[in-house]
C-alpha cells in the first residue's frame, strides 16, 4: 500500500480478519492496514505503531540525555578552568576531572529517577522544582562521598559552588530550548487521546496545544455521541465514539486516554474507565472541578474513598514569610546591578519632558489597603484629566479603554515614557515598594481603586496576597489581554502559587524586558 496516497487523518473501520489499528509512525492518525495472513511474499502492512512510538520515545529520551551530558561536562570543565584561576595545584586538578565525571553521573542518575526523561505530563512549575532537587541532592551526594573518601579538605569548595550553580541556572533553559527543537523535529509528545462528550473535548485539546511542553499530543477524539464521518475538533480527527475507542485501545497505538466527561453519570464513567485501564497504561480524569482545584491539589485515601485536599499556599503564614524573604534577598541583591540603570533612566526622563521624574499613584495592596505604586513618569502632567476628556470626546478609545484598561495610541505617554512602558522598566522603581513590604517581585497585577467593581467577586482572592511588580499578566500576552483576561491570570497564581512559580514567571519577566515589545 503506498501510504504516501493516504489521506491525512483518515480512519477506517476493520471490517475483515487480519486487520490491525495503530497509529502511524508518526503517531499521527489512526489507520488500518491489512495483514495479507495466507498469502506468499512480505506482508504488506507497516511497523506497528507502538514500536514506532518506543523508538520515537527513545530518540527524545537520547537527545535529551545527550543535551544533559554535554551541558554537565561543559559547565564543570569552565568551573574546572575559573578555580584554576585561583592556582590551585595539579592535585586539585586530578580530582576535580574524577569530580566531574562523577557529578554527571549522578545527576543524570537522579534526574531520571525524577521521571525527567522525558518528563511528559510535567507542568513547567513542576519540571523546575524536580532540576532543582536533582542539583541540590547531587550536592548532597557529592559532600557525602567527600566526607566517606577523606578528600574533603583538597576537593575546592569553589569549583562546587561554580558547577551547581551553572547547572542549576542553565539547566531549566537548555531543557526548554531542546524541547523547542524537539517539537520543531515533529518528535516531542507522546500520542493521546481524548474521551469526551461534547465542548469538554475541545477544551482539553485546546489546553493541550497551547501548553505544548506538558508533551500530551491530542491525536484523535472520542465523543460519547456519534461523531460525524471525517470530522474535526479543533484540529484533531474524530476517531468514533468512546465504545470503540475502548475496544480499540489495545492496538491504536496512544497508551494514554484522558476522559473529559465532566457530565458523565458516576455509574458509566466507572464503567469506562474500568474498561479503558485494560487497554491504555495511563488513564486520566478531568474531574468536573473547573475553578476550584489548583497545583496544590493532593490525592487523599480516606479508607478506601478517594477524595481531594485543596490547599491555598499564600496563606501559610511559614510561606508568606518565605516570600518574604526571597524578595529583600533577591531586591537588595539586585539592586546593587540596577541602580546604574535607574540614574541613566532618570536623567532621561527628567531630559525628556521637564516635572516630576517619579510618578506616585493609589493602588490596592494586600486586604484592599491602599499604598503609594511608584513608577518612572511615562505621561505628560495631568494624565488623569486628560484621560477622562478624551474618553469622554471619543467614542472608540472609550470602548477599547472599558475592555484592556489601555490604550495602543494614547497621546497623553511621552517619548521616553514609550520606551520605558516597551521595555516595562517604567516599574522599576517599585523595588522600593518592595522593600517597603507594600510590593512582591512577583503577584498580581496592583489595581486601581476604580478598577474594584471590574474586578468583582474575584476581587476577595485577588486582594489576599500582596501584589508584585511582575506577574502572570506580564509575561502571558501583557496588553493583549482584555481586562477579564488578565484577572483569570491572577486568580490562577494566587490559587497555584509556589516558589518554583515566582522563579518561573522571573526568568519569563527577563526574556519579555529584553525581547517582547507587546507593552504599550
Known amino acids: 500500500m503506498d501510504k504516501t496516497a493516504r489521506p491525512t487523518w483518515s480512519l477506517v473501520q476493520p471490517s475483515r480478519e487480519g486487520e490491525e489499528w495503530y497509529l502511524d509512525a508518526e503517531g499521527i492518525d489512526i489507520v488500518s492496514e491489512t495483514s495479507h495472513l495466507g498469502k506468499t511474499g512480505p506482508a504488506l502492512s507497516t511497523l506497528p505503531a507502538r514500536r514506532a512510538r518506543t523508538r520515537a520515545q527513545g530518540l527524545v529520551v537520547s537527545v535529551?540525555?545527550?543535551?544533559?551530558?554535554?551541558?554537565?561536562?561543559?559547565?564543570?570543565?569552565?568551573?574546572?578552568?575559573?578555580?584554576?584561576?585561583?592556582?590551585?595545584?595539579?592535585?586539585?586538578?586530578?580530582?576535580?576531572?574524577?569530580?566531574?565525571?562523577?557529578?554527571?553521573?549522578?545527576?543524570?542518575?537522579?534526574?531520571?529517577?525524577?521521571?525527567?526523561?522525558?518528563?511528559?505530563?510535567?507542568?513547567?512549575?513542576?519540571?523546575?522544582?524536580?532540576?532543582?532537587?536533582?542539583?541540590?541532592?547531587?550536592?548532597?551526594t557529592t559532600a557525602i562521598i567527600a566526607l566517606a573518601f577523606q578528600v574533603g579538605d583538597v576537593l575546592s569548595r569553589l569549583l562546587l559552588i561554580l558547577g551547581f550553580l551553572g547547572l542549576a541556572v542553565l539547566a531549566p533553559l537548555v531543557r526548554s530550548a531542546v524541547k523547542r527543537v524537539l517539537r520543531e523535529a515533529g518528535i516531542w509528545g507522546k500520542p493521546v487521546v481524548i474521551l469526551s462528550f461534547g465542548e469538554a473535548g475541545g477544551r482539553i485539546v485546546e489546553l493541550l496545544t497551547k501548553e505544548w511542553r506538558l508533551g500530551f499530543r491530542p491525536v484523535a477524539i472520542?465523543?460519547?455521541?456519534?461523531?460525524?464521518?471525517?470530522?474535526?475538533?479543533?484540529?484533531?480527527?474524530?476517531?468514533?465514539?468512546?465504545?470503540?475507542?475502548l475496544r480499540l485501545s489495545g492496538e491504536c497505538g496512544a497508551n494514554t486516554a484522558i476522559f473529559a466527561m465532566p457530565h458523565t453519570r458516576r455509574e458509566h464513567l466507572v464503567k469506562y474507565i474500568q474498561r479503558a485501564r485494560m487497554g491504555f497504561r495511563q488513564v486520566i480524569v478531568i474531574p468536573n472541578l473547573y475553578g476550584i482545584t489548583n497545583s496544590a491539589v493532593v490525592a487523599r485515601d480516606l479508607a478506601g474513598v478517594f477524595g481531594?485536599?485543596?490547599?491555598?499556599?499564600?496563606?501559610?503564614?511559614?510561606?508568606?514569610r518565605t516570600k518574604r524573604a526571597l524578595d529583600l534577598a533577591a531586591t537588595l541583591t539586585g539592586g546593587i546591578f540596577v541602580l546604574p540603570i535607574f540614574v541613566m533612566l532618570f536623567l532621561f526622563v527628567w531630559l525628556d519632558s521637564r516635572g516630576p521624574v517619579l510618578y506616585k499613584t493609589k493602588r490596592m495592596g494586600r486586604d484592599g489597603k491602599l499604598f503609594e505604586c511608584i513608577k518612572f513618569r511615562t505621561m505628560v502632567p495631568e494624565a488623569e484629566a486628560a484621560l477622562q476628556e478624551l474618553l469622554e470626546e471619543d467614542p472608540r478609545a472609550r470602548e477599547e479603554y472599558t475592555k484592556y484598561?489601555?490604550?495602543?495610541?494614547?497621546?497623553?505617554?511621552?517619548?521616553?515614557?514609550?520606551?520605558?512602558?516597551?521595555t516595562s522598566l517604567d516599574e522599576l522603581p517599585?523595588?522600593?515598594?518592595?522593600?517597603?513590604?507594600?510590593?512582591?517581585?512577583v503577584g498580581p497585577r496592583p489595581y486601581l481603586p476604580r478598577e474594584s467593581a471590574d474586578i468583582g467577586a474575584s476581587q476577595d482572592d485577588i486582594l489576599r496576597v500582596t501584589p508584585g511588580v511582575t506577574g502572570p499578566w506580564q509575561v502571558s500576552g501583557r496588553n493583549h489581554l482584555s481586562f477579564g483576561e488578565r484577572v483569570q491570570l491572577d486568580i490562577h497564581y494566587v490559587r497555584n502559587w509556589s516558589v518554583w512559580l515566582d522563579f518561573l514567571l522571573l526568568a519569563r519577566t527577563v526574556r519579555c524586558v529584553l525581547f517582547d515589545r507587546g507593552a504599550y
Open 64 to 140: 535529551l540525555l545527550l543535551s544533559d551530558t554535554l551541558l554537565a561536562f561543559g559547565v564543570w570543565e569552565v568551573a574546572v578552568m575559573l578555580q584554576g584561576l585561583w592556582g590551585q595545584g595539579p592535585l586539585v586538578q586530578e580530582i576535580a576531572s574524577t569530580t566531574t565525571v562523577a557529578n554527571t553521573a549522578i545527576w543524570l542518575g537522579l534526574r531520571a529517577l525524577l521521571g525527567l526523561y522525558p518528563g511528559y505530563g510535567l507542568s513547567q512549575t513542576e519540571e523546575l522544582r524536580k532540576q532543582t532537587q536533582a542539583v541540590i541532592a547531587t550536592l548532597g
Open 222 to 245: 472520542f465523543d460519547s455521541r456519534v461523531a460525524p464521518a471525517g470530522g474535526m475538533l479543533e484540529g484533531v480527527p474524530y476517531g468514533g465514539t468512546v465504545t470503540d475507542a
Open 308 to 320: 481531594v485536599e485543596i490547599g491555598q499556599n499564600l496563606l501559610d503564614p511559614w510561606t508568606r
Open 405 to 422: 484598561h489601555k490604550l495602543r495610541e494614547d497621546p497623553r505617554v511621552t517619548r521616553a515614557g514609550r520606551f520605558l512602558r516597551r
Open 430 to 441: 517599585q523595588l522600593w515598594n518592595v522593600v517597603c513590604g507594600e510590593m512582591s517581585l
